[in-house]
Every structure is written in structure tokens, then in C-alpha cells.
């Protein structure tokens, strides 16, 4: 695989490697998103779990709804990963989190119908109101 992606907190306490091109790149409007994160809107790449791992320290994982689990770092509280409970097979981390996150260049924007309202990407990717495909 020729892409490698890597990244960390905010205090470098933990570190990922992604190996491989992203399955997916999104802008996620959700409120969850916003919340765990404290940013009107969270870019996310998403890895087969197979091609992540962590290279320092470890995050501490909270489910955070019926359907998800997310991590961030426990000393300085930097928001990294976002998990599906019935899919484990894939995991996202922030692109925020990355040490080139312009190699991770979004492809559409998620959950639109809870962006804020003040806050106006202009780009020409897909929106999608909830999740893809609607």
C-alpha cells in the first residue's frame, strides 16, 4: 500500500497509523459530532479497522449512542475516532487529528440537516441530509 496516514493528539500522548487510501472522507454536520467535538462540523476519514492502529498510548472509548463508540485522548481530551457497533470492520478518525490532513481531502457532507446555520462551506460536494444515500 502506497498511502500511509498518520496522527495524534493534540499533547501526542496517542498516535494512529492508517495504512491505504480512505475508504470514505466526510464533513459530518451532526449534532453528536459537534458536541463530542466542540466544532460546527467534524471531517472524518474512514479505514478498514485491519489498516488502523494506534502507535502510542491508547484512547479511551465511550459509546456515545445506541449505534456508535467514540475515542479521544484521556490527558488532553482531543477528539479521534468514531466506531460503528455493527460494523467494527471500519473505524473513522478526525482529519484534524492528522499530521498532512490535506491528504485527506473530503468527498461529501453528512447529516446536513443539522448544520448550524451560520456556517456556509462553499464547495461543489454531495450533501446528504441524514446519512449517504438520503
Known amino acids: 500500500m502506497s498511502d500511509m496516514h498518520e496522527g495524534g493528539c493534540l499533547c501526542g500522548a496517542v498516535r494512529w497509523r492508517a495504512a491505504g487510501a480512505p475508504q470514505n ?10 458536541r463530542g467535538s466542540g466544532a460546527a462540523v467534524v471531517t472524518w476519514a474512514a479505514f478498514a479497522a485491519k ?3 494506534f ?11 445506541a449505534v456508535a463508540r467514540r475515542s479521544f485522548c484521556g490527558a488532553c481530551g482531543s477528539a479521534l475516532n468514531w466506531q460503528s457497533l455493527k460494523h467494527e470492520d471500519s473505524i473513522d478518525v478526525t482529519v484534524g487529528t492528522a499530521d498532512r ?12 440537516e443539522g448544520a448550524v446555520s451560520w456556517l456556509h462551506i462553499q464547495d461543489n460536494l454531495p450533501r446528504h441530509r441524514t446519512r449517504r444515500g438520503t
Open 101 to 112: 490532513p490535506e491528504g485527506l481531502a473530503p468527498r461529501e457532507h453528512l447529516w446536513t
Open 51 to 53: 489498516d488502523f492502529t
Open 55 to 65: 502507535t502510542r498510548g491508547a484512547p479511551v472509548w465511550r459509546q456515545s449512542s
Open 25 to 34: 472522507v466526510n464533513h459530518c454536520h451532526c449534532e453528536m459530532c459537534r
